[in-house]
């Protein structure tokens, strides 16, 4: 009997470890990735009808909650939705929360810690806790001319910061949508419209990053600036080095030869100085100079420029890192070079990279969010500028200034030229290999000695004119507006 007793005691403690050890699981170690879970509906249902912080672009709301049904007090609604899509993302019954919505969850709920005095307020006087509400550095005029500088029906994206302090002034892309279709308490209305979204090429709303922050794309020549100053902090060249520009580089071993662009200025000359070679944005010098560095070289560059890393935490949206490749032969390395090949990059990772080079070598956090207030809109967050990682030096930094100044002044982005502003550029095109289309883009900041601003633009499967039509002269235009204001 004592036997049987004792075996009993001992699966009851067991039982009782067992259920014990769940719970805490469930409770503290693993409620972070429960709740992250999306296939947990729970705390977005218990929310969904709950008095939701705003989204704010100079003070007015681009997100916030009003007066809903009987059965759901309040619905989340979203004015000039497709100019700001990429940034709020959508709240969602059915699919969950998106962009901002998602990242921000916690603050718009009122969950977050930062609120626990305003929720222990609210529950005494017998309120629902209310939500924070987060204005961003948005700047809305700039937010609509970016917006609608990109063509109905083409893919694109423009991306405007402040290289001083990280500030985001614009970020737009297209396709957008509008995410009052998902915000929708009509499930089979919600349903039926992401389906249709998800049609259009370059909306995904089932993936968490597009546009800006996700669109992993070839750079093209806007990569070489990593190659120019990579090559300046090797030692092995200077300002004053002369570059061999083949009309075509060969290999040891094989047929194939990576040619400068037929009929253009490289294709007329053996030797280049960097000036040259940015000016007219000559490839064969590039990849000479990744193969005499060799893909270590270029690939640290790179990822001190960002390739590859972590954005920090004030950008509060979800981005891809792509980086430099890791195995690449002779030819591969050279096409990388120039941002061909397996090389790929986000237009705000191309940003982010022009204002280091804006900024004295110093890299910013790039940040989206201005204040954030209480429901009695105290300030209870205001982030300031941080340095996010030192890509070159000051020195090399200002050279890289210099030619890129002239690659505006003389060379082919003379589009961006802003008259009795020096405007410092570099553009690409990146062949994609399908039908003569490629990614064209500008990236660059004014004025050179003092910047303001830094734009970069990408347009996606265009042809050389078409290209070269929206991305220079569309960056001056935005140069104007800001320095303008």
């Known amino acids: 009997m004592n036997q049987a007793i004792r075996h009993s005691w001992i699966a009851a403690i067991a039982m009782f470890a067992l259920i014990f050890g769940a719970i805490s699981f469930v409770q503290v170690i693993g409620a972070d990735e429960l709740k992250a879970n999306p296939w947990n509906r729970r705390a977005l249902i218990q ?192 300002k004053d080095s002369v570059l061999p520009n083949p009309a075509e580089l060969s290999f040891p071993g094989i047929e194939y030869r990576l040619p400068n662009y037929a009929g253009g200025t490289c294709y007329t000359q053996n030797t280049a100085s960097f000036a040259f070679a940015l000016q007219q944005s000559c490839n064969t010098p590039f990849a000479s100079i990744a193969q005499d560095l060799g893909r270590d070289a270029i690939a640290n560059q790179a990822q001190k420029f960002g390739f590859g890393e972590e954005l920090g935490d004030q950008l509060k949206l979800d981005y891809a890192r792509p980086g430099f490749p890791t195995d690449l032969d002779g030819p591969g390395l050279a096409q990388s070079a120039i941002g061909q090949r397996d090389v790929r990059a986000t237009p705000l990772q191309v940003a982010l990279m022009t204002s280091a080079i804006a900024n004295g070598g110093v890299q910013m956090k790039p940040n989206l969010i201005k204040t954030l207030r209480s429901p009695d809109l105290r300030i209870i967050d205001e982030p300031k500028p941080e340095v996010l990682r030192t890509s070159t030096t000051p020195e090399i930094s200002r050279q890289i200034t210099e030619w890129m100044t002239s690659v505006v002044s003389d060379g082919i982005a003379r589009g961006a030229a802003v008259p009795g502003v020096q405007v410092a550029g570099k553009t690409g095109t990146a062949e994609l290999g399908t039908d003569g289309l490629n990614n064209s883009w500008f990236t660059g900041f004014a004025p050179a000695n003092d910047p303001q601003v830094a734009v970069t633009i990408v347009m996606q499967d265009v042809d050389i004119t078409t290209g070269a039509q929206l991305t220079s002269p569309n960056a001056k235009k935005i140069f104007e507006a800001v320095l303008n204001k």
Request: contains cysteine; charged residues 20%.
């Open 47 to 238: 929310n969904y009808c709950n008095d939701r912080g705003a989204i704010i672009v100079a003070g007015t709301p681009i997100a916030q909650s009003v007066p809903g049904s009987d059965s759901c007090k309040f619905q989340r609604t979203y004015t000039q939705p497709e100019l700001y899509a990429g940034i709020t993302g959508f709240f969602s019954k059915e699919f969950g929360v998106s962009g901002l919505e998602k990242t921000m969850d916690e603050q718009l709920t009122g969950n977050s810690d930062q609120l626990f005095l305003d929720r222990i307020g609210q529950l005494f006087l017998g309120n629902q806790p209310k939500g924070a509400s987060v204005e961003l550095t948005l700047d809305p005029e700039i937010q609509k001319l970016a917006y609608d500088l990109i063509p109905d029906g083409q893919r694109g994206s423009i991306v405007v910061t402040n290289p001083k302090t990280g500030d985001i002034i614009a970020m737009v892309s297209k396709p957008s949508y509008d995410p009052n279709l998902v915000a929708t308490q009509d499930e089979a209305a919600a349903r039926a419209n992401i389906s249709e979204l998800n049609q259009v090429p370059g909306i995904n709303l089932n993936q968490n990053v597009s546009g800006p922050t996700g669109a992993e794309l070839a750079p093209g020549s806007v990569f070489k600036l990593v190659d120019t100053a990579a090559a300046l902090s090797s030692g092995k060249y200077n």
